[in-house]
Structures are given as structure tokens and as C-alpha cells.
Nanobody
Framework: VQLQASGGGLVQAGGSLRLSCTAY????????VAWYRQAPGKEREEVAK???????SYADSVRGRFTISRDNAGKTWYLQMNSLKPEDTAVYYC?????WGRGTLVTVSS
């Protein structure tokens, strides 16, 4: 199984980015997939999660600004990030079951 994340970059505060994560070499979709992030000097934290039934959950710090979604095949999921803040700067990781993608860096300038 390989998870490949993309979509990170540099954006000004108030801007938007969309992250994508695609799972390769899987025989079926995952029950739940998630996005995590790790800022410099901080622990990795869960940002958003979505189940196969499309039930979503968000960290308080991003609720109302970020939206997690997944495609019908269940092999690609997204994180739409709006109204970005400098404190959203972090390496973002996608996760499914025990598998992690390589991080994608999001930098929000003030």
C-alpha cells in the first residue's frame, strides 16, 4: 500500500489550498481516512477524518474552514483548506488504517 499526498505549497493568509491523497495497491477502500499535521516543535495532530459512510470530524482549530471529502472509489481523499492562517503552517500527512503518506508542506504567510 502506498499513499501519495500532494497539493501543499505557499499561500498568503486568507487563501486556500486543496490537498489530495491517493492510495495505490489496495484491493478495497478504507473504512476511514484522515489528515494529520505536524507543525515545527509540535506533536502530530489529527485535523480531519471521514468514514466510508461520509461521517466527518474536525479539529476545533479548523472546523468551519477545512472540508474533508473522498471520491466514490474510496481511494482518493481531499482536504479543502480555506481562510488559511499562519498557524496552519505544518507538514500535512494523510493516513488510512496503519498507513501514512509522505507529508506535504503547507506554508501560510502573514
Amino acid at each position: 500500500v502506498q499513499l501519495q499526498a500532494s497539493g501543499g505549497g505557499l499561500v498568503q493568509a486568507g487563501g486556500s489550498l486543496r490537498l489530495s491523497c491517493t492510495a495505490y495497491f489496495i484491493s478495497r477502500s478504507f473504512n476511514a481516512v484522515a489528515w494529520y499535521r505536524q507543525a515545527p516543535g509540535k506533536e502530530r495532530e489529527e485535523v480531519a477524518k471521514i468514514t466510508s459512510g461520509s461521517v466527518t470530524s474536525y479539529a476545533d482549530s479548523v472546523r468551519g474552514r477545512f472540508t474533508i471529502s473522498r471520491d466514490n472509489a474510496g481511494k482518493t481523499w481531499y482536504l479543502q483548506m480555506n481562510s488559511l492562517k499562519p498557524e496552519d503552517t505544518a507538514v500535512y500527512y494523510c493516513k488510512a488504517a496503519s498507513f501514512w503518506g509522505r507529508g506535504t508542506l503547507v506554508t501560510v504567510s502573514s
